[in-house]
């Protein structure tokens, strides 16, 4: 091992600066240690590496359940399950593994154009064949995990998007019903602020809670095709892009979110929005599915306070073209690495099997993506969010995961400078369609 | 310090002048200013630590009142805690061995030998000063894929080590220069060659040189955080500065724990800096100069 | 810590007992004339080779590599992408987050320089005598400095956010109502980069103390105390006598203060959460990574990074070249 990294270190410096990158990105050409796809049945002996994000219980132990299970129906199959913290897992683990050629055989997929980078640059396994009657089975959720009608990846759980609320607040303010439209949640936010309540908690800090309110805005604001036709060719020239941020321009002027929220952060500690929410100190926040696991654990008393929260989904704009039933949201799926045996992929069709998703509903918690599934959600908030999916006719991707790193990231600083106060609402598509561009 | 005589000086405002033992008080008021403006806040930190949740929201200000060993004892409890003290203590002394040793070694010819390029050489060294690990951490990443360093704790050491040498050589030459060339000559005498004469004269006459390098080397790497953020971050390799960010989001509502945590973090580089303090000063005063 | 042509060994303070050369001596070195050994070579190889390997490789090679990198379209997966030429140079330089982070580094600068350095010089000259606990004193005050940035922009935070410690302190102290009337230390746009200045400050200007009073021991007594005898007051024998004296020192603090508040990353970037409030508290390193790392723009993060590179080695050259000349020189001739 020494011997060959000072090799390595000799061979670097020898290298002229092209040979090396060529041999940086030359990822897929080492001979990847991994087993080679072994036929269906066959009694060869076989390990898969599974890399999953779930870093406490109750989700680590069902994976590991689901891996154990797998392992008794299918003798000749080892299976070896990792979990890595989220952020760590998607930044900085998987890339490596992808590049370096030594990638886990399972992996968390997030979809999207993230995904469209990892399928050009000849990663994933494209699945399509051997999941077809899943993909099926699973509806509508399994888009982002395609690329030009192939699939590569399978999700096991998909949630929406909506505003997190503590109905003892919208009490104490006089607030009869949740707000289902633009002018009765400016309403809203008056009649909190007279009371001398924060009303929306925004983590403006990271970035994207800030740029989920234009989304909404942007689902809100434009016809569902034009946003369907948006995430395959990136084209924001329709005037329905300029008129969201007119709308959200609007909004931010009447002041509705917490004091400080440039420098709140999302979900790190009592002072984020999810704790602000979770600690009464603000009645709303805009976040997926996943909120309610973060308030709790910002809170001793978590029982009380899942007692007193609530959910409804994103107002619609008076007015406007959008699709008042349709949803943002995201979900969680897994890929297999282009190299991986067919028994990853049977592993992948087991987890995101009816039978385990009913399990993973009630044992984990979440929106499992296999609608016949949703008959395990317990958590009545997640019961509420499962119908409104149901009933909408539009699921879009969160955008910046939909459009690619690049045009996400443009889209999102473009959104900030908005909120900041020193662009106008035309600069946002402009600021995507440059980056589409590159 | 007595205040002497003092003849008004032509050209000196009468006004402007100033009594020693003025001076004197003035001095004590400063130090204690200075030195309460800069340990005042980690002071805080490390009280407070010692408070539970509910006196620290009651009064942010208080003493502890019961003193609660809780946060400290939870935190020292914590195996994740002791994986990280245990990736920064290696990853920072393979650091500080490897910088000294390949800084010394380097130094001697630099100062020593006469062949030509020699100051080339030098000025390539030293070149590194202007380059921040930031420029370079990219392209860096790429070279530790390429070598299947990111995750180890080589990944680290071999690049913090790079990067320390230049401060090292600038700082371990002229040191190494002074050697009075009459030891070197009566090596020679006893039959020593050069090589003998490094190991056996010039590593110890340097030696306070050497403890200055390698603890400007240890408490860099101790304190890291960009290198590591690439490196290592997720691996069982994490040290403690990305442990903070983790420790945070981990225990968010529980800010008593993580000041313990944040106080934990610190205390090393602190005492270590403490205790070498004084050959720190002098070994950078010759520096300064130089 | 100067990059000059010839290191001086004749004004070097030794410690540990080993003799310092007489002041205007020549480096032994330098009059040492090897006789041609056939090991010679060979030696200079084995004692410099391992340096020289590793350096090269982990700092020189990545860096030209940058510079490589900077011309291509890549997102850090796959081949390289399009060769793209000055195209990502051309983009960084026209974004608004990157040129309001070179702003932003340009006011660190200045401020680091105006602040600190006369901060800590008043500091430096009154503690340069024999105070009771001079030793306490002086680490106390290199605490802050010692403290990894990660720690210390955590703590900061811990203290100045919305609902920290300060606003609590000050709610108590009946200044303020409710969290929600209290300052925005880390939220508003107008103050937050002062509030970032005073905590760079807290964190470095124990530096420059330190390397003060260690330049203060070159200075002679014998100097100052005849100065006095002739009737100069404290204040004229500061002025006159040891602040220029100190020229050499306080320069080379500049110069570190200068390069180190171009390339400031990790403070800034766990003080302001990268960049709020709404991306205005960016550095420019800190726009390279975050460009990396959340964007993966590694070409365009890669020119970003270049550009970095070239201020600081500009600011260096011109600073070298036109403040530190004469230090150089100095040094060159073995005087002090």
Known sequence: ?438 | MTAIDTRTESGSAPGRKKKLSDVGAAAYFVAILAAGFSIVPVLYIMYSAFRTNGQLSASPAGLPDPFVWSNYSQVLGDSAFWQMMFASTIIALATTIGVVFLGVMAAYPLARYKFPGREGLYTYFTAGLLFPITVAALPLYLILLELKLPGTPWGLVLPQVAFQLPVTIVILRPFVQAIPRELEEAAAIDGAGRVQFFFKILLRLTTPALVTVGVLAFVGSWNAYLLPLLVVQGSDWTTLPLGVARFQSDHSQDTALILAFLSLAMLPAILFFTMMERKIVSGLSGAVKG | MTVSREASGGDTDLVGGAQAPSAGSRPASAKTSQKRRPRHWGEIAIFVGPALLVFSAFVILPVVLAGYVSFFNWDGGGDLGNFVGFDNYTRVLDDGVFISSMKNNAFIVVMSLVIQGPFALGIALLMNRKLRFRAGFRTMIFVPYVLSEVVAGAMWRLILDQRGILNSLMIQWGIFDTPADAIGWLSDQKLVMWVMIFVLTWKYVGLAIILFLAGLQGVPEDLLEAAQIDGASWWQVQRRITIPLLGPTIRVWMFLSIIGSIQLFDMARLLTNNGAPFDTTFTMAMFVIDRAVTGRQYGYATAAAVILFAISLTAALLFMRFVMRRDNETAEKGAV
């Open chain 1, 1 to 438: 091992m020494a011997n060959m990294r000072r090799s390595g270190v000799i061979a670097a410096l020898a290298a002229s600066s092209a040979l090396l990158l060529a041999a940086c990105s030359s990822g897929g050409d080492d001979p990847a240690p991994t087993n080679s796809g072994t036929a269906n049945g066959s009694d060869e002996p076989v390990t898969i590496t599974w890399w999953h994000n779930a870093t406490a219980d109750p989700a680590l132990t069902f994976w590991q359940t689901v891996a154990d299970e797998f392992e008794a129906a299918n003798p000749n199959v080892t299976v070896e399950v990792e979990g890595i913290q989220n952020e760590d897992l998607q930044r900085t683990r998987i890339p490596v593994a992808l590049q370096s050629g030594e990638a886990p055989d399972l992996f968390q997929q997030w979809g999207g154009g993230e995904m469209v980078a990892q399928v050009n640059d000849g990663y994933l396994k494209d699945i399509s064949a051997m999941v077809a009657d899943d993909v099926e089975r699973l509806g509508g959720s399994v888009a982002p995990w395609q690329v030009d009608g192939k699939t590569y990846g399978l999700p096991y759980q998909f949630g929406p998007e909506g505003i997190w609320y503590r109905p003892s607040l919208f009490e104490a303010a006089g607030i009869d019903e949740v707000p289902s439209t633009l002018d009765e949640l400016s309403d809203a936010v008056q009649k909190l602020k007279d009371a001398g309540i924060e009303p929306i908690a925004v983590g403006a800090a990271d970035g994207w809670p800030a740029a989920h309110w234009w989304y909404n805005f942007a689902l809100q604001s434009c016809p569902s095709d034009v946003l369907q036709a948006a995430n395959s060719t990136l084209d924001f020239s329709d005037e329905c892009f300029v008129t969201a941020g007119e709308k959200l321009q609007e909004f931010i002027d009447t002041e509705p979110f917490n004091s400080g929220y440039a420098a709140t952060s999302a979900q790190q500690g009592a002072t984020s929005s999810a704790g602000l929410v979770a600690n009464g100190n603000a009645a709303m926040e805009l976040m997926g599915q996943w909120n309610v696991s973060v308030m709790t654990g910002l809170v001793d008393d978590t029982e009380a306070l899942v007692a007193d929260l609530s959910w409804f989904p994103f107002p619609s704009i008076e007015g406007s073209q959008g699709d008042p039933t349709a949803m943002l949201g995201g979900g969680d799926g897994y890929s297999c690495y282009v190299d991986a045996p067919d028994a990853c992929v049977d592993l992948l069709k087991y987890i995101t099997s009816d039978d385990v998703l009913t399990r993973f509903a009630s044992e984990v918690g979440g929106i499992p993506a296999a609608p016949a599934a949703h008959s395990g959600i317990t958590d009545p908030n997640l019961q509420v969010q499962a119908e409104y999916m149901a009933e909408s006719d539009y699921l879009q991707l969160w955008l910046d995961t939909s459009y690619g790193p690049t045009v996400g990231a443009a889209m999102n600083d473009a959104i900030i400078q908005l909120f900041a106060g020193n662009a106008a609402p035309a600069d946002i598509p402009a600021a995507m369609t440059a980056a589409a561009g590159q």
